[in-house]
């Protein structure tokens, strides 16, 4: 006998070539095979001639048997589908669904302007009806810049815990809360605003640009009484011809600012021989003064003793958009008392009538 055939080739398909030539009887071994042989391929080699190397892949269902013993074997090429399984299709393209859609942090969310409203990140706009509307805005997520928009009504706007970068236009109450809180007020035609500040200290901006419509109201903002001063108020935008500081005044005692004994339902203006303006100042230079602005820093104090021991209380500090420059005399006449059992009621929209008193005007 001779010596032993090499393995065939690779299994081929239903039409793959013939496996590796047979090896004679006696003769050398087969030569490698051409593809596998599948149902239409040659028989495997017979026994004899060298022992083959490994053949190529096994065929599918439709390849051929592996060679047999003999003949030379076929060189490994690349692996077909597993030996028993048919051929499996392709794995679907992923189809391009384009780049992820831009987080909403510009979008616009229309409100009623009735009720509690939790702010979003989103630019939310309240929109006030012909009624006397009551807004209740609670602070939430960070990010947006809200807008209320009041309607043809006395609207009121009331913060919850601190608020910042809310505009309002045409609203004319607007209770901040005890945190600091952050808002633009633009007022429409002849509208007075009333902004009540309750011990932020708060940053307002005053005749804001916020919509269309004109800007030549008034806002009078109002300090209930002496522990509504929170050194750091701004007030940017100040006009002195005709915006106002209300103090609310407990018949000269308590805590109330001293202006003397206030009627209901009225106001009483301070006068110039109270008010102290100079560079660098912050105190009172005699018994009688109350009020010190200080021309190098914009700042308007309280001083609850004039020249006495008592240290000032700064009330707000004006930027530099004010327009007219500030004197003893338009100071007097930014600065009025109101009574206090007045600005209690027209602090608490639950009881009071939706106007302020008619001596306010």
Do not use: C
Not at 31 to 48: D, K, S, V
Not at 302 to 321: E, L, M, N, Q
């Amino acid at each position: 006998m001779g010596m032993p055939g090499m393995p065939g080739g690779m299994p081929g398909g239903m039409m793959g070539g013939a496996p590796g030539m047979p090896g004679g009887d006696m003769g050398m071994p087969g030569m490698p095979g051409g593809m596998p042989g599948g149902m239409m391929g040659g028989a495997p080699g017979m026994p004899g001639g060298m022992p083959g190397m490994p053949g190529g892949m096994p065929g599918g269902m439709m390849g051929g048997p592996p060679g047999m013993l003999g003949g030379m074997p076929g060189m490994p090429i690349n692996q077909g589908p597993a030996p028993g399984l048919s051929n499996q299709s392709p794995a679907p393209a992923v189809v391009n669904q384009g780049p992820a859609p831009a987080p909403q942090n510009n979008a616009v969310s229309l409100h009623s302007a009735s009720g509690e409203q939790t702010r979003t990140a989103l630019n939310d706009i309240y929109t006030g009806t012909d009624s006397n509307d009551v807004l209740r805005v609670t602070a939430g997520v960070a990010g947006g810049t809200d807008k209320f928009i009041g309607g043809n009504g006395f609207d009121t706007l009331i913060f919850s815990g601190a608020n910042t970068n809310i505009g309002a236009v045409g609203v004319e109450r607007i209770i901040t809360s005890s945190a600091q809180d952050s808002l633009a007020i633009q007022t429409l035609g002849g509208q007075t605003t009333y902004v009540t500040a309750s011990g932020g200290p708060d940053i307002m901006q005053f005749h804001s640009e916020l919509g269309g419509g004109s800007n030549t109201g008034s806002i009078r903002v109002i300090f209930a009484d002496t522990s509504a001063l929170v050194s750091g108020t701004i007030i940017d935008g100040f006009n002195i011809l005709t915006d106002r500081l209300f103090f609310g005044d407990q018949n000269g005692g308590g805590t109330g600012f001293g202006g003397g004994n206030i009627a209901t339902g009225s106001k009483t203006n301070a006068s110039a021989a109270t008010v102290r303006v100079g560079s660098d100042v912050t105190q009172g230079a005699d018994a009688d003064d109350r009020w010190v602005f200080n021309t190098s820093n914009n700042t308007l104090y309280y001083d609850v003793d004039g020249s006495g021991a008592s240290a000032s209380t700064s009330v707000a500090i004006f930027s530099s958009r004010t327009p007219v420059p500030l004197t003893s005399t338009n100071i007097a006449e930014a600065i009025a008392y109101v009574d206090s059992a007045d600005v209690a009621a027209f602090v608490n929209p639950a009881t009071a009538s939706p106007t302020a008193p008619g001596g306010w005007t």
